[in-house]
């Protein structure tokens, strides 16, 4: 007897990328026990969404306009909002990894993962376990510990995307003199010669 719609394990996914989202919506709808509750294209959508449809598990990436996926699972951790959350990404970095159990995610799978392989994860994930990509997760306990505050890497995320001082401390409702001192922070921290080297390196060890 097949489920019910009660029955289903409720999905939202959130992904920037149009093609991407029907994609992973017309593969996971495939599955008699699954139903997607919606779709988001940002992460100020997606918690607007997971507010509206109350999803058993939501499928995140990590760069998406307005808030990174990591920023929406840690909002959800903050909020103490009852979701897991998996982040599938394309980023096979022990970094993010380990940012992404600090924001309370129970999932870290890559986007190249074999496709019949999603919706056994959500099952997994629905039923409390936690499902990690093996050879990351390996990686990240052995990987120096991300020294940014959050604050930090904020500002020093837009200082990377070209923003000016002004620009950041107008976007992050900051003093112009606190971002040159968050700035100073996480480019002595990163060892850089700059602004535009010291998001390089935190991009490249997983940390931005």
């Known amino acids: 007897m097949p489920p ?22 017309a593969l996971l709808e495939m599955e008699d026990d699954i139903e997607v509750v919606g779709r988001a294209r940002s992460g100020d959508e997606a918690l607007k969404l997971i ?24 909002e959800l951790k903050r909020r103490g909002t009852p979701v897991r959350v998996i982040i599938l990404t394309t980023f096979a970095r022990a970094g993010y990894l380990r940012r992404a159990l600090d924001a ?51 500002v020093l995320r837009l200082a990377g995307e070209g923003m000016a001082s002004s620009d950041i401390a107008t976007e992050l409702s900051l003093s112009e003199g606190t971002v040159r001192n968050y700035l100073s922070e996480a480019i002595n921290k990163m060892g850089a010669a700059n602004r535009v080297e010291a998001a390089r390196l935190a991009r490249t060890k997983g940390w931005l």
Do not use: C, N
């Not at 507010?51 to 840690?74: C, K, N, R, W, Y």
């Not at 099952?123 to 505050?149: C, F, K, M, S, Y």
């Open 51 to 74: 507010q509206q449809h109350h999803p058993s598990v939501f499928i995140t990436d990590i760069e998406m306009p307005t808030m990174t996926g990591l920023e929406v699972a840690a």
């Open 4 to 25: 019910t719609k009660r029955d289903k394990i409720r999905v939202l996914l959130a992904e920037d990328q149009t093609m991407v989202l029907g994609a992973l919506a």
């Open 104 to 154: 309370g995610a129970s999932g870290y799978l890559l986007k190249d993962m074999p496709a019949e392989q999603l919706a056994d994860a959500v099952r997994r994930v629905h039923r409390g376990l936690r499902v990690i990509d093996p050879q990351l997760a390996a990686e990240a306990w052995t990987e120096e510990p991300d020294p940014l505050t959050e604050r930090e890497r904020q």
